[in-house]
């Protein structure tokens, strides 16, 4: 029974001083992210492409709906052939529309492609310098608060976002506390 207990206390503490020896830090990369000007043009530049997108998609929609409501108000009045005609119409304006959708803002659409190839960058930049302020301060992990993380307490002197923007160049115009 002794054995047991010296044994147990012993990898207790040998998990202690294993736990200790590991230092760790994290960043909040939407704060980092939100400093750096070429990502807020980044995301400027996503969002106009994404209005337009948006409303030429809505101008396609309200003509589906128009030709849906003239059918509607005229099905009485048409053909069995002049029917047909009219719902292949209203069909191929409707496949059209979500054609349309699908290309610009699908799974592998193109605004999807845009912010790949304009956020991707900026994004392994922060990686390269996270990457950089665990080398420079010997940090064994460093977490990401704003990655749904679920940190729910932690102390500032463990933030290294504003060494993160350090090494990026960046001089933070927000103060971190505002936020």
Same mark, same amino acid.
């Given at each position: 029974m002794k054995l047991k207990i010296i044994l147990f206390s012993a990898i207790m503490a040998i998990s202690a001083i294993a736990l200790k020896a590991q230092k760790f830090g994290y960043v909040d990369t939407d704060y980092i992210l939100g400093q750096?000007?070429?990502y807020r043009g980044a995301q400027k530049?996503?969002?106009?492409?994404? /209005? %337009?997108?948006?409303? $030429?998609l809505?101008?396609?929609k309200d003509e589906v709906d128009k030709l849906y409501k003239d059918y509607k108000a005229e099905e009485i009045l048409l053909s069995a052939a002049q029917k047909k005609e009219r719902e292949d119409a209203i069909v191929a304006k409707e496949d059209a529309m979500k054609k349309f959708?699908?290309?610009?803002?699908?799974?592998n659409g193109e605004?999807?492609?845009?912010?790949?190839?304009?956020?991707?960058?900026?994004?392994?930049?922060?990686?390269?310098?996270? /990457? %950089?302020?665990?080398? $420079?301060?010997?940090l064994d992990f460093i977490f990401d608060k704003s990655a749904n993380m679920n940190i729910l307490f932690s102390n500032p002197k463990y933030d290294r976002s504003?060494?993160?923007l350090d090494v990026l160049g960046v001089t933070p115009t927000e103060n971190k506390s505002d936020r």
């Open positions: 750096m000007t070429e530049q996503l969002n106009e492409i994404s /209005q %337009k997108w948006e409303s $030429d809505k101008i396609m959708e699908q290309e610009k803002f699908g799974v605004l999807f492609l845009k912010r790949k190839e304009l956020i991707k960058p900026i994004q392994d930049k922060v990686f390269s310098a996270v /990457q %950089k302020v665990a080398k $420079d301060n010997a504003d060494d993160v």
